[in-house]
């Protein structure tokens, strides 16, 4: 069992930046490829950025290549969500998501979920 909360979200303007955090419990977080997805109001959830359960191996939506990075601390129980140069389309409910497997995870189908952060960009 995996119990994922977020934090780090809130209002920003245009350009700025963002830090994300998720903290995982759990002994084998290590073993969880994670992932940050995010859904705006009327839209569906979309992938943001995944990591391999090791940090050596990462994947990110077009939409945000180069702009966000995420990392992870297997020591920490944690994984970040750097976002920079942030734009008012960014603007949505940000979730952690952990799964065994990493394909699950960027699918969308993982089994953990938390229970999200409001990001607010302001143009």
């Known amino acids: 069992q995996v119990q994922l909360v977020e934090s780090g979200g809130g209002l920003v303007q245009a350009g700025g930046s963002l830090r994300l955090s998720c903290a995982a419990s759990g002994r084998t977080f290590s073993s969880y490829a994670m992932g940050w997805f995010r859904q705006a109001p009327g839209k569906e959830r979309e992938f943001v950025a995944a990591i391999r359960w090791s940090g050596d191996n990462t994947y990110y939506a077009d939409s945000v290549k180069g702009r966000f990075t995420i990392s992870r601390n297997n020591y920490k129980n944690t994984v970040s969500l750097q976002m920079n140069g942030l734009k008012p389309e960014d603007t949505a409910v940000y979730y952690c998501?952990?799964?065994?497997?990493?394909?699950?995870?960027?699918?969308?189908?993982?089994?953990?979920w938390g229970q999200g952060t409001q990001v607010t960009v302001s143009s």
């Open positions: 998501a952990a799964d065994i497997r990493q394909d699950r995870v960027v699918a969308g189908r993982a089994e953990y």
